[in-house]
């Protein structure tokens, strides 16, 4: 297929690399990261996951070029995969998916919820300081070619660029409360950028709060899903707290807008809060991509939501911020905490 889009100036890291989103394919300057959605699925291959849902299996990298090919056609030029450890993640997939369509990929470490493992996964019999080092090694050396589901580990040159946590609810559980201790401590060792996952929308506050507790400042921290919450307090206070909100459920409601997503989205910029909301889709179902022959497509977020957002009487340029600008302060590494 033909492309027209060239592939980002990714930067083998050298020295410090404050400033910069590291990518599955090398570093990039935060400046030129571009239009980026930072929740997504491309490759989801969890047959834990698959077998009672079916629509989430996102295995074939043929397919997601597809979808992402069609996102970069409208502007789209960087994308998080949010799966963690051993949930279904292929960092060898997300590189040549980011190789073919010239789209920035970043990849996740860390970890989901328990239901994504089981109740003897390895992951709930290890110590916090042993997790951590495993989401540092993601980081610094290179992700599992094995996805940390095999009897040995070998690293690949596919760096992680972001870490994962998931609470359950407005109060997180004992083993939820060890995952955040762990992703607070490598966080603090990498200068990486933590991504949670909000249950229904809630457990924000606490989130913030523990992973204050632990070294973790909310300007490094960006929470998913709070528009399932339609509740401009809520909103405020986590956005007030300096966190970055994660707004990915218009998609959801394409033809029914303005969705919660879109007002609530109004309702922090009239606030003086539209540099801490960023767009995405987490879009991990077959019947929401083209390429399965679901729609309305990835690539509506870009190509159809910001002018839902104007009519509401969002300017263009803070629309464009959510896209470009926001993703960029949100990804850029910083400087680690602890040595």
């Known amino acids: 297929m033909d492309r027209t889009i060239?592939?980002?100036?990714?930067?083998?890291?050298?020295?410090?690399?404050?400033?910069?989103v590291r990518t599955v394919l090398g570093d990039l300057p935060a400046a030129d990261l571009g239009a980026c959605y930072p929740h997504e699925h491309l490759i989801l291959d969890s047959i834990l996951i698959s077998t009672g849902h079916p629509h989430i299996l996102l295995d074939d990298a043929d397919i997601t070029t597809r979808e992402v090919n069609e996102c970069a056609a409208v502007g789209v030029r960087a994308m998080v995969d949010a799966m963690p450890c051993a949930s279904g993640r292929d960092v060898l997939r997300l590189?040549?998916?980011?190789?073919r369509t010239g789209v920035a990929v970043l990849a996740m470490t860390g970890l989901h919820h328990e239901r994504y493992y089981g109740p003897r996964h390895w992951s709930i019999r290890i110590p916090v300081e042993a997790l951590a080092d495993l989401f540092v090694a993601d980081v610094v050396e290179g992700v599992d070619a094995f996805d940390y589901t095999g009897p040995i580990v070998s690293r690949t040159e596919h760096r992680a660029g972001i870490i994962k946590l998931a609470t359950s609810g407005e109060v997180a559980t004992l083993r939820e409360v060890q995952v955040l201790e762990a992703v607070a401590l490598a966080a603090r060792r990498t200068g990486i950028p933590v991504l949670t996952h909000l249950e229904h929308g809630r457990g924000g506050v606490q989130q913030l709060e523990l992973l204050d507790r632990n070294g973790i400042p909310p300007s490094q921290v960006v929470l998913s899903h709070p528009d399932k919450v339609d509740d401009v307090a809520y909103h405020r206070e986590l956005a007030q707290a300096g966190a970055f909100l994660e707004y990915d459920q218009a998609i959801r409601h394409a033809d029914s807008q303005p969705s919660v997503s879109a007002r609530m989205a109004l309702a922090l910029v009239e606030?003086?809060?539209?540099?801490?909301?960023?767009?995405?889709?987490?879009?991990?179902?077959?019947t929401l991509w083209h390429a399965y022959d679901g729609t309305p497509g990835?690539?509506?977020l870009l190509r159809d939501f910001?002018?839902?957002l104007t009519?509401?009487?969002?300017?263009a340029a803070t629309v464009s911020d959510m896209f470009v600008a926001n993703p960029a302060r949100l990804l850029a590494l910083r400087a680690p905490a602890d040595a």
């Open 6 to 20: 060239q592939a980002p100036a990714y930067q083998e890291p050298s020295g410090s690399a404050i400033g910069m």
């Open 95 to 99: 590189a040549e998916v980011s190789r």
């Open 271 to 286: 606030e003086g809060l539209a540099s801490q909301i960023v767009l995405s889709t987490d879009g991990a179902r077959r």
């Open 306 to 308: 910001p002018a839902v």
């Open 298 to 300: 990835l690539a509506w």
């Open 311 to 315: 009519a509401l009487g969002i300017d």
